[in-house]
């Protein structure tokens, strides 16, 4: 795994080993950031499920100014911080090794607001909605954010959940994005 463009194209990122972490393919990543390039550089990035942070870390590498990562597995959050030192985001970049739900809590808490979010859970266990209706109780995408949800082609999340709302959804063989924004300006 590889991070594609930007600052530290080319740097190999390492990853825990065994099954229980499931990193976003570079052809996905790749596709995800050619849609959101605009909205990247200058970016807040909110990055929950992170395994190994590569999602994260290549939005940094395309300028994000600032990326907070979550991850429950202390295992797999040292192989993030591993993999920001070394593209040398460890000054932009914050991990949370926390279960998302209280992530979440803690964010809104602190106000947090960010441009970008991606939501990258198990597959086919039901964590997209409760993560998404828990972002949006707490404020935590601005008001004309986006919100992309990787899932599996054929579990794909709701066109609507609260306010957010799906206005574009791509596959990628048995990987599905799909990309949220409020459904009324302003948020």
């Known amino acids: 795994m590889r991070i594609i463009a930007g600052s530290a194209r080319g740097r190999t990122l390492k990853s825990p080993k065994g099954m229980s972490t499931r990193p976003t393919t570079d052809r996905v990543r790749e596709a995800l950031f050619n849609i959101l390039a605009h909205q990247v550089p200058d970016s807040k990035f909110l990055d929950l499920f992170s395994g190994t942070g590569a999602v994260a870390i290549e939005a940094l590498s395309r300028g ?50 960010f441009d970008l979010i991606f939501i990258d859970p198990p597959y086919k266990h039901g964590h997209e909605v409760p993560t998404m209706e828990g972002i949006e109780r707490q404020g935590l995408l601005s008001p004309h954010g986006t919100l992309v949800v990787e899932s599996n082609k054929s579990d794909l999340p709701p066109d609507l959940v609260g306010r957010l709302a799906a206005y574009r959804r791509e596959k990628y063989g048995d990987t599905a994005l799909t990309f949220y924004r409020y459904d009324s300006p302003g948020g």
């Open 64 to 113: 994000a100014a600032r990326a907070v990562l979550v991850e429950k597995d202390r295992s797999a959050a040292t192989i993030i911080l591993n993999n920001l030192k070394l593209c040398g985001f460890s000054e932009k970049a914050q991990v949370l090794v926390l279960d998302v739900q209280r992530a979440i809590q803690t964010l809104g808490k602190k106000k947090e607001v």
